[in-house]
Every structure is written in C-alpha cells, then in structure tokens.
C-alpha cells in the first residue's frame, strides 16, 4: 500500500517548501525582538502601508484573524442585529459566522454554477429584505466574474458590499486588486493562505476614510482614544508586530508565489482538459488559485482512487452554510440547487508553491487513471 509510506503521500499543502522568503522573515523577527515593541508599533504601521499600496487602496487596517476582518467590516459599515446580509452559502460559513456574532441574518443567495460565487442575477430577487450588506467571497481565489454587476445593484441600491478576499490575496482585474472594489476588503493571512503569516492574522482594506477610522476603533474595545469606549461592538483584534514583519517581509513574493500556483493549476486544466471533470473557470490573473478545484459525479470514488495513489484531496466546502447546525436557518434544503449541487461535487487537489513537478504529475496521472 504506497499511501501507508507517508513519505509518498502528495500533500494538500506544506509551508516550508513556500518560503524562499525565510532569511528575511528570520531578520524580521529579530528585529522585533530587539524592538521590543510587541502591540501595534512600527511593524504593523509599515505593513499596513504596504499592504494597503499593494492592493490600491487608502487604507489597511490590520486585525486579529479574517472572522475578525468580516465581522467588524459588517459593523463597521452600519450592519445591526436583525437586519439581513446576503452572501453564498458554499464559502465554508466564515461570511456567516460573522453575520450571527452581530445577529443579523444571513440571507444565502445561490451562485454561479461555473465559477461557484455569488451569482448578480439572483440578487434583485431579495430587494425586498431591505439587505444591511452583501458578501461577495472570491472562493477558490477566483476574482468572483459578477463582482461588476453585483457592485452596480448594490450601489443603486445604497447596499454596502462587502469583499471576503481570504482565499484571493493579489487576484487582479484590469488594473484592481481584490479588496479595492467594494466597500471593504477582508482578508485573512492563516498559515495556508495565499499570503500567510506563522500564525493567525487579519486585514482590511477600504478607500473610505469614515470606515477605517472606525475599523481601528473595533479593533481596540471601541476605543476613541485612551480609556474612552466611544464605538459599541470593539474588542481586542490586534494582529501583533511579529505576524506584521512576516507579513511585510512575505508580500514582495505574493505574486511571484501566486503565478506558481497558476503554474500548477494550468498544467492540471491542460491534463484534465478531455476528462468528465468541471474545472476552474478561469486561469488568468483574477485567479490566484488558492485551491484548484474540480467537479466530480462520482466524488467518493475519485478520493479513495486518490487516496491509494498517495494523493491527498480535500473538500471545500461539505456542508452548506444553510444545513448546519450550528444555527437554525429559514432557508430549507433544496432552495438552492447550484450550491447544493456543487457541495456534493467539488474536490480540492493538491496546488500550492512549493509542490514539486514530480508530485504535480503524480497527481495527474492519479487522476486519469481514475477514468481509465
Ligand atoms: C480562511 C477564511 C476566512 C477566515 O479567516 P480566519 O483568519 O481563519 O478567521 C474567511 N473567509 C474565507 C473565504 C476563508 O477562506
């Protein structure tokens, strides 16, 4: 059995084959252990500019983590308990964990069915909710195809639109980044993210002046200034100086670590291209292919094939948002047929920089042997 060899085994990620940015990520620690300055120092004020500069935006406001980013962004632009949020419910129920910790409602609008994000033609349906905000999730690290149009409706009708950028860090349309479009850009830069921290760590991103100065508010108790709780729904969310070096000393190589995992993702399309497989819409730059992710009828058999071929895979997302059961939800099963549809079909491969070409045809070959 070669999946019995953990050596073998293709994996669905590895971090350190990612950093040939180690020596200045070590210099960067260093330097903030000879600071001395732990919170909210110089560290995160230079990230933050260079961060905001990379996505072409004002301002970046850094946080704790990409819930964080989501949550207070959807405070931040005036979302309150009750009101309605629409977003999709196959982004693996981060836009709705956000939503319930303010008590709202999340309201799930279906997608796509080629690219799997929110879909602008289902939007006008849901007017009437009188929506607070909408979450448009660039899933997969795809630049969602709608985002023009669901911007327009959201704007004719005064709806702020939220951008969850935490699989999409560098994805660029035109001249725009992810993040630069809406209202808000949220970002989160856990270890696997496209840019990862040695850590947890946050983001946002936005051109209104009004909503970063709230944004830094939040994320320190709601303070205005020193002891004076002006800002209800504040907390600490701070992402600390050591996460803000690595980050700083890691974002010249996004890009560059981006077009690697396009790399990856144009030889799976390539190898897949005559197989009864669904695959990513699009492999130009406003994907970032933070998972390659394909569609397949007969999933349980095309993992376990995978499996004894040492491949590992994964399943982004199982469950739907609207059939969890963490949190009751009005919306019953069947009421949307394309994101039902696609939580029983996707399977992630292996896709990441770093992955070697060995493991890249290995994987290739696992795959088509699956269907003879
Ligand atoms: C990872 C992720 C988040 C949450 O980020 P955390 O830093 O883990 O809180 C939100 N949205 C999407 C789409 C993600 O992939």
Redesign the pocket.
């Given at each position: 059995m070669r999946n019995s060899h953990l050596v073998d085994i293709v994996p669905m990620f590895r971090s350190k084959r990612q950093d040939q940015s180690d020596a200045s990520v070590q210099e960067a620690i260093n330097a903030v252990l000879e600071s001395r300055q732990y919170v909210l120092g110089n560290q995160v004020k230079q990230f933050e500019e260079r961060f905001a500069e990379f996505c072409g935006t004002n301002h970046c406001v850094s946080l704790a983590?990409?819930?964080?980013?989501?949550e207070l962004a959807l405070r931040a632009v005036g979302v309150t308990p009750g009101r309605f949020v629409l977003l999709a419910a196959n982004?693996?129920f981060?836009?709705s964990t956000a939503v319930r910790l303010i008590g709202a409602v999340p309201h799930y609008i279906d997608i796509d069915q080629r690219s799997l994000t929110l879909s602008a033609g289902a939007l006008d349906a849901h007017r009437g909710l009188r929506p607070a905000a909408v979450i448009v999730?660039?899933?997969y690290g795809q630049l969602a195809p709608d985002l023009e149009k669901i911007l327009n409706w959201a704007e004719a009708n005064d709806i702020p639109v939220i951008e969850?950028?935490?699989?999409a860090h560098g994805a660029t349309r035109g001249s725009k980044r992810a993040g630069s479009f809406g209202t808000v850009g949220?970002f989160?830069?856990?270890p696997?993210?496209n840019l990862g921290g040695y850590g947890?760590?946050?983001a946002i991103v936005t051109n209104e002046d009004e909503t970063a100065s709230k944004m830094k508010q939040l994320r320190q108790y709601g303070w205005s200034t020193k002891y004076v709780n002006a800002l209800p729904g504040g907390r600490n969310s701070r992402l600390d100086e050591i996460q803000a070096a690595i980050l700083r000393a890691k974002l010249p190589y996004l890009d560059k670590c981006n077009a690697l995992r396009r790399e990856v993702a144009a030889r799976y399309a390539a190898a897949f291209a005559d197989l009864p497989l669904m695959l990513p819409v699009s492999l130009e730059e406003d994907y970032v292919a933070?998972l390659f992710v394909v569609r397949v009828s007969d999933r349980n058999a095309f993992r376990d094939h995978l499996k004894n071929a040492g491949v590992s895979t994964d399943i982004h997302y199982p469950i739907p948002d609207h059939q969890q059961a963490a949190y009751p939800c009005d919306q019953p099963r069947d009421a949307l047929p394309v994101t039902e549809a696609a939580c029983e079909s996707v399977v992630s491969l292996p896709c990441f920089p770093g992955i070697s070409s060995d493991e890249v045809d290995r994987v290739i070959g696992a795959v088509r042997t699956f269907f003879g």
């Open positions: 983590n990409g819930t964080d980013a989501l982004a693996g981060y836009g999730t660039h899933l969850d950028c935490a699989q949220c989160s830069f856990y696997t993210k947890d760590g946050g933070h």
